[in-house]
T-cell receptor, first 111, second 115 residues
Framework: DVKVTQSSRYLVKRTGEKVFLECVQD?????MFWYRQDPGLGLRLIYF???????EKGDIPEGYSVSREKKERFSLILESASTNQTSMYLC??????????FGPGTRLTVL | AQTVTQSQPEMSVQEAETVTLSCTYD???????LFWYKQPPSRQMILVIR????KQQNATENRFSVNFQKAAKSFSLKISDSQLGDAAMYFC????????????WGAGTKLIIKP
């Protein structure tokens, strides 16, 4: 079974802090994704990566950056956290198939 | 641009009964994929069912089936014999065959199962 893990289930940070969210997948998938999930808005793509060191912006990249130094690991970085970045963050991965496999999510609260 | 609409923010059904969740989408493309994902309260999103637009036959997965109407751009999910474990958020998603694997998501429908 594909396993996608995220570094934290819950995270509380202060405004202005630099925040790192990590995602690891164990199936050698090429593609990895970071989504933000807010009630009534569904999932919105922040960034995705199709290979090591390769990335593309999604629909809402502002205020975020990403890093993929190794194939199995995809990090989401909030350079200076703000209260409007309080949300649920979901990581996903897939190979050349359509099924995306998701991690359990990180509930980030920015105070 | 493609859009996906789930018009029911919340649905409830009695255990063992059947429920249908609605999804409509807008696209000018003819070749694409449609998905239903489930997110239980534990939050791990999992794929329920997938439909390829060029296939006329509706996809089925055990108690889950879809009613795919391409001309109407409708993709509803039917859950038969509802079980308590079916309680979750259900998301409809679209992917163009030509896209870079990006999914377009609906806002979700919260399904409540009444015992």
């Amino acid at each position: 079974d594909v396993k996608v893990t995220q570094s934290s289930r819950y995270l509380v940070k202060r405004t202005g802090e630099k925040v790192f969210l990590e995602c690891v997948q164990d199936m050698d998938h090429e593609n990895m994704f970071w989504y933000r999930q807010d009630p009534g808005l569904g999932l919105r793509l922040i960034y995705f990566s199709y290979d090591v060191k390769m990335k593309e912006k999604g629909d809402i990249p502002e205020g975020y950056s990403v890093s993929r130094e190794k194939k199995e690991r995809f990090s989401l970085i909030l350079e200076s956290a703000s209260t409007n970045q309080t949300s649920m963050y979901l990581c996903a991965s897939n190979q050349r198939t359509d099924t995306q496999y998701f991690g359990p999510g990180t509930r980030l609260t920015v105070l | 641009a493609q859009t996906v609409t789930q018009s029911q923010p919340e649905m409830s059904v009695q255990e063992a009964e059947t429920v249908t969740l609605s999804c409509t989408y807008d696209t000018s493309e003819s070749d694409y994929y449609l998905f239903w994902y489930k997110q239980p309260p534990s939050r791990q999103m999992i794929l329920v069912i997938r439909q390829e637009a060029y296939k006329q036959q509706n996809a089925t997965e055990n108690r889950f089936s879809v009613n795919f109407q391409k001309a109407a751009k409708s993709f509803s999910l039917k859950i038969s014999d509802s079980q308590l474990g079916d309680a979750a958020m259900y998301f409809c998603a679209y992917r163009s065959r030509n896209s870079n694997y990006q999914l377009i998501w609906g806002a979700g429908t919260k399904l409540i199962i009444k015992p």
